[in-house]
């Protein structure tokens, strides 16, 4: 079983629409949760980390249910600019430092 | 305001070749990381740094070999390439405790 787990996509939404997307993970004992975004042929940028209580920022939400093993990303309102692929990541303690261990991502492509 | 350089965007090499991929970072992070990703696998860490001369082995460090004889700049190193090693090279580094990477631009390696 892969350490996080994401539904590939891809995801084809019209501009304005809210889309959700999925992660879960293996490893009970991970602390810190993050999603990144990465465009075509560019490097991942953090997006957002995820904390318990849930957290918003602008029109990008993100939950965390512990229980489930379970982290989601909500955007509402897509616009043009949101096409990338987004990476559901989740912190391994491991060795000498702290480890992020990424997803293989889901795209997304906002239309017109 | 570039803080973790590649050396190289794009890279061809023959099969057999010894390579050197270079990342230096400018922010004074204690840990480096050098990721590979390729469709539908992800980001995999080969081998990551949490020091000047520590190193530990990711989850894929078979073919690969590192030196990080100062604390900005973490080299990869392909002893021999071989053609399974073409790739998207990801370097990252990250404060210890802090919340996530940053990443490099990324090196695109073609072993022919």
């Known amino acids: 079983r892969k350490e996080v787990e994401q539904d590939p996509g891809p995801f084809n939404v019209p501009e304005g629409a809210t889309v959700a997307f999925n992660c879960t993970y293996s490893?009970?004992?991970?602390?810190?949760f993050f999603w990144y975004r990465q465009d075509c042929r560019k490097e991942p940028k953090l997006l957002m980390s995820v904390y318990s209580s849930g957290n918003e920022d602008g029109r990008f939400t993100a939950q965390l249910n512990r229980a489930s093993q379970y982290i989601s990303l909500l955007i509402r309102d897509s616009k043009l600019s949101d096409s990338a692929t987004y990476l559901c990541v989740v912190n391994r303690i491991s060795g000498s430092a702290r480890q992020l261990t990424f997803g293989s991502g889901t795209q997304l492509t906002v239309l017109p | 305001d570039v803080k973790v350089t590649q050396s190289s965007r794009y890279l061809v090499k023959r099969t057999g070749e010894k390579v050197f991929l270079e990342c230096v970072q400018d922010m004074d992070h204690e840990n480096m990381f050098w990721y590979r990703q390729d469709p539908g696998l992800g980001l995999r860490l080969i081998y990551f740094s949490y020091d000047v001369k520590m190193k530990e082995k990711g989850d894929i460090p078979e073919g690969y070999s590192v030196s990080r004889e100062k604390k900005e700049r973490f080299s990869l190193i392909l002893e021999s390439a071989s053609t399974n090693q073409t790739s998207m090279y990801l370097c990252?580094?990250?404060?210890?405790?802090?919340?996530?990477?940053?990443f490099g631009s990324g090196t695109r390696l073609t072993v022919v």
């Open positions: 490893n009970s004992a991970s602390q810190s």
């Open positions: 990252a580094s990250s404060f210890t405790g802090g919340d996530g990477y940053t």
